[in-house]
T-cell receptor, first 112, second 114 residues
Framework: NAGVTQTPKFQVLKTGQSMTLQCAQD?????MYWYRQDPGMGLRLIYY???????DKGEVPNGYNVSRLNKREFSLRLESAAPSQTSVYFC???????????FGQGTRLTVV | GENVEQHPSTLSVQEGDSAVIKCTYS??????FPWYKQELGKRPQLIID?????GEKKDQRIAVTLNKTAKHFSLHITETQPEDSAVYFC?????????????FGAGTRLAVHP
């Protein structure tokens, strides 16, 4: 039982490049989330998926897109990376909204 | 939407002392208030949570209190130990948009000195 698994763990992008962060959970959770963590700003919600088939914007969605591929997988895409997107990205899942969230190990992304 | 403010941003205590971290929230409809601990280089993990129908919850050395009227909640750690050193995040549920999602505070870096 791996919990929430994110790939990759580290990534360096050049400005304007695109990439997709992958996230999968094996806990049969309905809800999944993407957060970014920046120094002094806590965890900010980018997008979430309350259940398979639905996605919604969070606090800071600009510059990102998401896909809930199936119940297990929730990916985050940066279409044209910018230095302001340098951050640590965490995927999380929960049985349903408003319950304990379990986090992945994080992806440290640097955009140069 | 929900706004969560957390204080202090850093806290330094001696081993054995108590530590208190406070959060305020803006959405009177919020009904779920978890606390997460994040050790250096690790993922956040839930340590305790409380729902709006109770005023206090305790789990060994940690406790959370909730004042719905004043819209604030606090984390209390007693008999602190060096392994309590970490960043602590509070969160509150935000019901705008039809779904309850968690909005986090900016975090408190707790240092426990032997």
């Amino acid at each position: 039982n791996a919990g929430v698994t994110q790939t990759p763990k580290f990534q360096v992008l050049k400005t304007g490049q695109s990439m997709t962060l992958q996230c999968a959970q094996d806990m049969n959770h309905n809800s999944m989330y993407w957060y970014r963590q920046d120094p002094g700003m806590g965890l900010r919600l980018i997008y979430y998926s309350a259940s398979e088939g639905t996605t919604d914007k969070g606090e800071v969605p600009n510059g990102y897109n998401v896909s809930r591929l199936n119940k297990r997988e929730f990916s985050l895409r940066l279409e044209s990376a910018a230095p302001s997107q340098t951050s640590v990205y965490f995927c999380a899942s929960s049985v349903e909204m408003n319950t304990e969230a379990f986090f992945g190990q994080g992806t440290r992304l640097t955009v140069v | 939407g929900e706004n969560v403010e957390q204080h202090p941003s850093t806290l330094s205590v001696q081993e054995g002392d108590s530590a208190v971290i406070k959060c305020t929230y803006s959405d009177s409809a919020s009904n779920y208030f978890p606390w997460y601990k994040q050790e250096l280089g690790k993922r956040p993990q839930l340590i305790i949570d409380i729902r709006s129908n109770v005023g206090e919850k305790k789990d060994q050395r940690i406790a959370v209190t909730l004042n719905k009227t004043a819209k604030h909640f606090s984390l209390h750690i007693t008999e602190t130990q060096p392994e309590d050193s970490a960043v602590y995040f509070c969160a509150a549920s935000d019901s705008s948009g039809g779904y309850n999602k968690l909005i986090f505070g900016a975090g408190t870096r707790l240092a426990v000195h032997p």
